[in-house]
């Protein structure tokens, strides 16, 4: 397992929740990266993407000054920080890898790695 997620749980609207993915050593120093999610019914749909150095973020409209990627590179973990959550952020949270230098933000099959999932529920 490369990718790791952790930190998904229950929360009430307006909250806070903050997901770390912990990646292997190669992973982390050879790709951008990012989160996806997917709730019931829905597509898989990109939340947010760091470069490989961690100095350049996107973010979808959706969460767009809500959300927060950050990446340790000491401890090769990134973290989406998740603030004011609304109901409508309730999904599978997925970490992913990318094997590129910049931000990753393409369609979801050209990501080379991903994690297992951790879930959110807003209420």
């Known amino acids: 397992v490369q990718l790791v997620e952790s930190g998904g749980g229950s929360v009430q609207a307006g909250g806070p929740l903050k997901l770390s993915c912990a990646a292997s050593?190669?992973?982390?120093?050879?790709?951008?990266m990012g989160w996806y999610r997917q709730a019931p019914g829905k597509e898989l749909e990109w939340v947010a993407g760091?470069?490989?150095?961690?100095?350049?973020?996107s973010y979808a409209d959706s969460v767009k000054g809500r959300f927060t990627i950050s990446s340790d590179h000491a401890k090769n973990t990134v973290y989406l920080q998740m603030d004011n959550l609304k109901p409508e952020d309730s999904a599978m949270y997925y970490c992913?890898?990318?094997?590129?230098?910049?931000?990753?933000?393409?369609?979801?099959?050209?990501?080379?790695?991903w994690g297992q999932g951790t879930q959110v529920t807003v209420s």
């Open positions: 992913a890898a990318a094997d590129q230098a910049g931000v990753p933000t393409m369609s979801s099959i050209f990501w080379n790695y």
């Open positions: 050593r190669f992973i982390f120093g050879s790709c951008g």
């Open positions: 760091i470069s490989r150095d961690g100095d350049s973020t």
